[in-house]
């Protein structure tokens, strides 16, 4: 039998050997032709020095499941993943959210109806590890988006000095994009690779605030093109621009201070019963074992949880003040 198996093998592995080679070899040539005859022409940076790895194509990372990428693109729901995980920064695709999310889902299931006799234990736990790498991913966002906010008057400042002194503003862009870090930087250098490489620099401009979708930049965006049409003194517009962004931050710390109290309370308020009803299982846990084993006690529990996440969240809702 072992010598069967590994002639199934080979043959298998020729098989798809020679699908591969048919399938991707003639892209892989083109590209290949592409990238040479972009070294011909020897694209150099603002500095003189030479970029060896200068491509029009733009490179997307490959699922685990390229076909479930291709079919998921038909749905509105992948536009909405693929924003999140380019918002987010982190180098994935759909297909592999939707594998991690299904594998955690089962294994936490699985392992919970291992240990845990209750039927809806499971269930309720592979719904909380499904939803692990979606929330991974908008932590991520939040908090690639709040630094951008951070960084976003320094991009503007720059952009002003530059173009006062007297350089272009996609030159400005290019610098703005080398000079700073992540997140601002790599988000500029999108906009400026795409409008040198031919884009529009209106839907360069354009795809950058959908990008980000922040108000801050939205402004931007809108005072550049204005000027754009209809003259006037860019650099002042950037200044006066940076200044508001900054004053606009002043606030929401002055908010933030005010609503602390707020803040606080929610947490406590939220976090109480869970650490009251562990000290109690721990000091009595016949008296409290009734509401995990009794049906009155597992309903009381349910409505415990549900009553807490909504006064949670309207806790949050009025605490949370638009600035």
């Not at 406590?268 to 299982?281: I, R």
Request: with cysteine; proline share 4%; aromatic share 8%.
């Amino acid at each position: 039998m072992f010598l069967p198996m590994i002639v199934f093998v080979v043959v298998v592995g020729l098989i798809v050997g020679a699908y591969f080679a048919i399938t991707s070899l003639p892209g892989m040539m083109a590209n290949r032709e592409l990238d040479k005859r972009l070294r011909d022409v020897s694209f150099t940076t603002s500095d003189g020095s030479e970029v060896s790895d200068a491509s029009v194509l733009r490179k997307m990372v490959e699922g685990p499941m390229p076909v479930v990428d291709e079919y998921m693109k038909k749905s509105r729901g992948w536009s909405w993943l693929a924003r999140l995980i380019e918002q987010s920064g982190v180098q994935t695709t759909p297909s592999a959210i939707l594998l991690v999310t299904v594998s955690l889902a089962g294994v936490v299931g699985f392992v919970t109806a291992l240990f845990v006799s209750q039927p809806y234990a499971a269930p309720i736990v592979a719904c909380i590890g499904a939803f692990l790498p979606i929330g991974f991913l908008m932590n991520r966002r939040t908090r690639r988006l709040n630094r951008f906010e951070e960084q976003f008057p320094e991009a503007l400042d720059l952009l002003s000095r530059a173009v006062r002194a007297g350089h272009a503003f996609q030159t400005a862009m290019g610098m703005v994009a080398d000079e700073l870090s992540e997140p601002v930087g790599p988000e500029f250098k999108k906009a400026f690779d795409r409008q040198n490489f031919g884009l529009p620099l209106r839907d360069a401009l354009n795809e950058l605030s959908e990008r980000i979708g922040n108000l801050d930049v939205r402004f931007f965006v809108t005072a550049v093109l204005i000027q754009r049409e209809t003259g006037g003194n860019l650099a002042e517009i950037l200044d006066n621009l940076a200044y508001v962004v900054r004053e606009r931050f002043k606030i929401r710390r002055q908010v933030r201070v005010h609503t602390a109290h707020g803040r606080f309370t929610a947490w406590v308020l939220l976090s109480l019963p869970a650490a009251l009803a562990v000290a109690l299982t721990m000091i009595n846990p016949d008296h409290m074992g009734l509401l995990f084993h009794e049906h009155m006690g597992q309903v009381m529990i349910m409505g415990a949880i549900v009553m807490q996440t909504i006064g949670y969240i309207w806790i949050r809702k009025v605490i949370k003040i638009e600035v």
